[in-house]
């Protein structure tokens, strides 16, 4: 009889390690895509909401981008920066079988780390003196609860 409970303390304890090695080894994304088809649609300024739930780890944003035309995204401002932290950039080329020069993508990655509202704005110009700026807008309101 008593082994009963030790029996049932074993499982508990194997059953939290498990699911917390689990949920370790899978971190839990929100993606927000800005394809380039709603940018060549006129769509110049993409506004988005996105909710996250407690066990979203990352948010991913897919934005449309082509470097050879000297543009680029840039993170111009984060309200609630205790909640979203950027991470990572990275430039994903257009396809072998495409134009060359066509448009590629960036994906940013930003890291969710409380509940409540944040919001993202960033702008695609062209960095240098005199250049374009702000030839295209993307605002991204996340709410994690």
């Known amino acids: 009889m008593r082994r009963r409970p030790i029996i049932i303390f074993g499982s508990i304890v194997g059953g939290i390690l498990l699911v917390s090695l689990w949920m370790g080894m899978h971190s839990r994304y929100v993606s927000v895509d800005a394809s380039c088809e709603r940018f060549a649609e006129g769509e110049g300024a993409i506004c988005e909401e996105a909710e996250a739930d407690m066990w979203v780890d ?10 050879t ?3 680029e ?3 111009t401002d984060v309200t609630g920066q205790s909640r979203v932290e950027f991470v ?3 430039y994903v080329p257009p396809t072998a079988n495409e134009i060359a020069g066509a448009d590629g993508t960036e994906v940013w990655t930003f890291a969710v780390h409380q ?4 919001t993202i704005s960033m702008e695609y110009s062209r ?3 005199g250049g374009t700026k702000a ?7 996340l709410d994690r609860r």
């Open 127 to 129: 960095p240098w003196e």
């Open 73 to 75: 995204w840039k993170l």
């Open 69 to 71: 035309t000297g543009f």
């Open 115 to 118: 509940m409540g509202g944040a």
């Open 58 to 67: 990352f948010l991913q944003v897919t934005l449309c981008s082509n470097p």
């Open 135 to 141: 030839a295209r807008t993307f605002d991204l309101a």
């Open 88 to 90: 990572s950039k990275e």
